[in-house]
């Protein structure tokens, strides 16, 4: 796959089909409340500033949205599938910021007052990184604190070749330019009643899903999770056969990076029905492309490493009366040869939320996995609560 920028024509084309629809059903779907409306209305007269503007205005990874964003958000609103298909919402968005960003059409941000009150955001994800552009809209002075070294959280384990790296460091430095912005990588935050005492006004912990799934079967250690195999594909490269565990988008990421970067055959291995998968259009077209063999109905119950290859036990698996999945008796077989085997099974979060006063949680952290947008509207949202509890009024400076 390959970051979505659109032609010349293609961009032509996708703007001539908005219908300008006067209840803009597209800008309703949005968990930002971003309107392809009104962009598409500015990119049509060539006004790629205000386009952009429009967008930066809501979100601020615009870009990054652009290129990642699922199909079910605007595009799936989108009234023009009533006649052919939907505008390529996404990929406009991801086109109109790169031209602003190539040709330096963003307006520079204004910048609020400070307003006398101090917020902690721990984590850079996308939740965090909204709550800072919320909380400095309104004048607040944000510490973040990321224990990474870099921004964007889950988003760096996207392939670079769906999200060039520098896009997310692009997209921050808008934010990261403020001088109410105060910034600490490579910093854990465990104690966040502390930095309350430290004089902060409000904590949000914006800190993701941090632990992997697991099967909790037999000779999982021989397996690789998804993070870490996402995180240095080069290390793994094999031209031997691969399995991917699990079907959900992180899986679908892990199978093409195995067939892109030489695998000889690669398997996804899939507790349910292939119509089960919750994966977007593009998502299902891209295993096509890479000739990804999806295994349905099928649960993996051991692994055993022989000689230099690894060997999958596998059974089916069906849905009992009750519509639960359920083995198929005597089903299993041994599935041998794999030089790699990956375990994308999705991550839950790795501590108990804890709200107190003035202690808040944005993102995936809460919702479990989302996606880009959804976390960002999150982050959005906890931050217009902690200006609404904590006010915005200068008290004592
Ligand atoms: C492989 C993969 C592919 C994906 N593909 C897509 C896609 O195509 N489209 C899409 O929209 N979404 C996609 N997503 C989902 C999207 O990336 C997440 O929904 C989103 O990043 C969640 O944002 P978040 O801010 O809640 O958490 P995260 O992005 O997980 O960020 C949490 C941050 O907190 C930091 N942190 C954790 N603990 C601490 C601590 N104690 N102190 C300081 N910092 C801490 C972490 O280092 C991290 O930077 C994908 C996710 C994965 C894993």
Known sequence: MKPHYLTKPQFATELEKCLKCPTKPCEKACPVHCSPHDFIAAAQKDDIAQAADLIARQNPLGEVCGLICPDKFCMNACL???IDA?????????????RARENNLRTPLQYAPFNGKRVAVIGLGPSGIAAVFELTKLGFKVTAFEAANTVGGALNLIPMARLP?????HEWQYLAQNPLVETHFKTTVADYPALLQQGFDAVIVATGEQKSRSLGITGESLTIDYTEYLKNPEKYATTGNVAVVGGGAAAVDCANTAAESGAANVEMFVRRRLSDMRITVAERYSLLQNQVNITTMTRVTMVVKSDDTLTAYTCKTQFNADGRLE????????RGGFALIVLALGSTRAEDLQPTENIFYAGDIVTGSSTAVEALASGKQIAQEVAKRIGTERTNT
Do not use: G, K, T, Y
């Open 80 to 82: 023009r599938s009533h």
């Open 165 to 169: 790296r520098e896009i997310i460091a």
């Open 86 to 98: 939907p505008i390529r919402i996404p990929p406009v968005q991801a086109e109109i910021m790169r």
């Open 327 to 334: 083995d198929v008796p005597q089903s299993e077989i041994a």
